[in-house]
T-cell receptor, first 117, second 112 residues
């Protein structure tokens, strides 16, 4: 059973370009979370999605950032017109089932490291 | 609002010594609590979790944690630290169907 897959692992973009980060959750998982980790800092929640729905985007910057989790395919975190401050590691996590009672837990991907030059 | 504090930014222990990493949380309902470990340049690996029942939970790599509702704490412990335990440790709180909040992390250094 493959884990949470993120790609690309490393991405370099020039200021003003777009960055697209992809996350394929574990098989059967319908919940996806995105977190950002700035250098030497902890993980900051960005957005929580279920299939085709954004459940909580309270951690997403109001501009330039968007996320989707379509019915088919991976979840995408999109950053438009990147700036140097967007340089960070972006982690995706997935969760399955309908409750924690059956042993479900959150699994993280290996992260995507974005560098803006 | 839910929040997690990890009072110790950086802890250094000698190999073979015992370890306790502190975690305090603020949550409006019964919390689900987690500890994750992260090595440099890597993702997060789940060490253990508390959902309900026995307040002392065992995890991987010899770690354990104790949930104390009265103190709103979920401290991580290990009786004898190995050099390979050097990493960043994160405590998290949340609930099913909601976002999960992480603490700022505690960096563990291990002296030979």
């Amino acid at each position: 059973n493959a884990g949470v897959m993120q790609n690309p692992r490393h991405l370099v973009r020039r200021r003003g370009q777009e960055a697209r980060l992809r996350c394929s959750p574990m098989k059967g998982h319908s919940h996806v979370y995105w977190y950002r980790q700035l250098p030497e800092e902890g993980l900051k929640f960005m957005v929580y999605l279920q299939k085709e729905n954004i459940i909580d985007e309270s951690g997403m910057p109001k501009e330039r950032f968007s996320a989707e989790f379509p019915k088919e395919g991976p979840s995408i975190l999109r950053i438009q017109q990147v700036v140097r401050g967007d340089s960070a590691a972006y982690f995706c996590a997935s969760l399955g089932g309908t409750s924690f009672s059956s042993g479900n837990t959150i699994y993280f991907g290996e992260g995507s490291w974005l560098t803006v030059v | 609002a839910q929040s997690v504090t990890q009072p110790d930014i950086h802890i250094t222990v000698s190999e073979g010594a015992s370890l306790e990493l502190r975690c305090n949380y603020s949550y409006g309902a019964t919390p689900y609590l987690f500890w994750y470990v992260q090595s440099p340049g890597q993702g997060l690996q789940l060490l253990l979790k508390y959902f309900s029942g026995d307040t002392l939970v065992q995890g991987i790599k010899g770690f354990e944690a104790e949930f104390k509702r009265s103190q709103s704490s979920f401290n991580l412990r290990k009786p004898s630290v190995h050099w390979s335990d050097a990493a960043e440790y994160f405590c998290a709180v949340g609930n099913y169907g909601q976002n999960f909040v992480f603490g700022p992390g505690t960096r563990l250094s291990v002296l030979p």
